[in-house]
């Protein structure tokens, strides 16, 4: 990789208020509270899944009958707990009887609960290992391929039928993609449950269930065989459900989820509140199943000028890199995000661009870094976007990206077919075999605009993080210091689902979690 020149001890600085702003949002806002999601995929952890006669999700209900006909904010789990204390029910049968509605007026003698609550610990305990024996035979068959030369060729599908994602993920991956990223149906991110089952409608993509995941891991696995090499799968944990799809991501073997408090508060207008507490819950799943997750930073550049806002990209990536070290994630699974945004008829585009890139990829060496095409400024000339895009394939290549995200060149007419993909592999194919060792064979000059860009967004970085440390996070995504776009804490999409815990909050699956994980709290 070429190298550049920067200030480390800015670098080591940025880190040191990144951890405070971080820890600043973890002790006002998650550790105190609960939300629906979270009670939700609680239940999910524990093994509570199906519909209701109605169709309504088993765990949807059983949070809204609590908040109906108990104290949600002692925990959906112990509203099962009191009921498996006065009626003698095992968990399931306690699950369903809060789910009709039906909870007993009786209170329960403290022994009878103290014996349920430990009855759901210990449930609590069997479903972990089960997770965690999944991810071990996942890391084993992962194992059984050599591994991918990087940067790793990502590509989306998105028919809207998951069996028509399958052809299109097969035909993918053997033409050489790497990763398979399976994007949700537009706007599934505020819908505030999970659809059941396989899903062959759905617009701008094809909904993301638990049902979906096992096809498309099928799948890849089996494709995976018959290619030789490991086939990575891709699914979208964010938004009001991000927790839940996150524990069934983790359950059917997913090895990436774009997972990102950020964007949801910014992008969807989801209650930043509630946004940060899922967030830590989901990553703390992510965390023990050693699922990659990706961030959204690229998407501030839509938005915001790329080169007058470069530094909000890089100052957001500090911030996530602290978020995903209080849950305890390893550097190895923190797929930190950019993209290839600046406007192509600027003066050396290309060598601010690269100056960016090699500065993220510096300060992050050990994550997965997923690097972003250019989509801003496509037009509907597809011979010029494929260009634009092989100057970002070139850009990739040469700072050594993990994770490369390609890009279409009808981007800006249609939803890409298969053919699009097909040309899109073709010339990333090209550009990383033919560039495969230029770099190494290249220097970057002392006084370059390279090594100055690269200063310059760092400098902007350390000085923002200063302003949101002093602040607080919440009040700067107010003040649209990112992607100027304002937010507020007390409003937004999925407000009502967030509570204040009490004292008697009860959460063993919340508990193993936080000592699995152990993050820097």
Sequence with gaps: ?????????????????????????????????????????????????????????????VVEKVKKNSDISLGVLLAVAREMAVSGADFQSAVNIVSDGTLSSIPPSREALEKAKNNIKRLAVLKYEELAGKRRKREEFKKSFQPQKTPLRYLIVATGNIYDDVIQARAAAEAGADIIAVIRSTAQSLLDYVPEGATTEGYGGTYATQENFRIMREALDDVSKKLGRYIYLTNYSSGLCMPEIAFLGAFEGLDVLLNDAMYGILFRDINMKRTFCDQFFSRMICAVSRIIINTGEDNYLTTSDAVERAHTVLTSLFINEAFAKIAGMKPEYMGLGHAFEINPQIEDSFSLELSQALLIRHIFPKSPIKYMPPTKHMTGDPFYSNLLDAMFNLASKMSNQHIHLLGMMTEAMHNPLIMDRYESLKNVNYIFNAASSLASQIQIRKDSLINRRAQEVLSKAYELLQKVQKEGLDNAISNGEFADIKRYSDSGKGVEGVYKKGKEYFNPVFDILLEKTGGER
């Design 1 to 61: 990789m070429l190298k550049i020149r920067y200030d480390r001890k800015i670098v080591a600085d940025s880190r040191e208020y990144a951890a405070k702003i971080a820890g600043d949002i973890y002790n006002r806002f998650i550790r105190g509270f609960s939300t629906d999601s979270i009670e939700r995929t609680t239940l999910r952890f524990l093994g509570v899944e199906g519909a209701t006669s109605l169709g309504q999700p088993k765990v949807n209900s």
